[in-house]
């Protein structure tokens, strides 16, 4: 089982920045991708940013260049580097964990950001 936790979340207006962390405990030998979906309410969940365990990263268009995904191995923590907000931004933030033998996907509780206009 992988444990994650998330922090960094809040309310920010539009053009400020925030930084999401999450941490990984439990069994974190088998992690592989690790990144962050965002679900806006009403909406679905979608992906934002991903990295793999060798530093490969993958933005969703609309965040690419404001936003950056970033991993320590070593600290077993991932994180999200927001700048230029939008409103459409607005969501809550989960981190999220794959198993790189199974793929099953290990999920935080979320940090809720807010883009004021």
């Known amino acids: 089982q992988v444990y994650l936790v998330e922090s960094g979340g809040g309310l920010v207006q539009t053009g400020g920045s925030l930084r999401l962390s999450c941490a990984a405990s439990?069994?974190?030998?088998?992690?592989?991708?690790m990144g962050w979906y965002r679900q806006a309410p009403g909406e679905q969940r979608e992906l934002v940013a991903t990295?793999?365990?060798?530093?490969?990263?993958h933005y969703h268009w609309s965040v690419k260049g404001r936003f950056t995904i970033s991993r320590d191995n070593a600290k077993n923590t991932v994180a999200l580097a927001m700048s230029s907000l939008k409103s459409e931004d607005t969501a809550v933030y989960y981190c999220?964990?794959?198993?790189?033998?199974?793929?099953?996907?290990?999920w935080g509780q979320g940090t809720q950001v807010t883009v004021s206009s």
């Open positions: 990295i793999t365990r060798d530093y490969t990263t």
């Open positions: 999220y964990a794959e198993s790189a033998t199974t793929s099953y996907a290990y």
């Open positions: 439990g069994s974190i030998f088998n992690i592989n991708a």
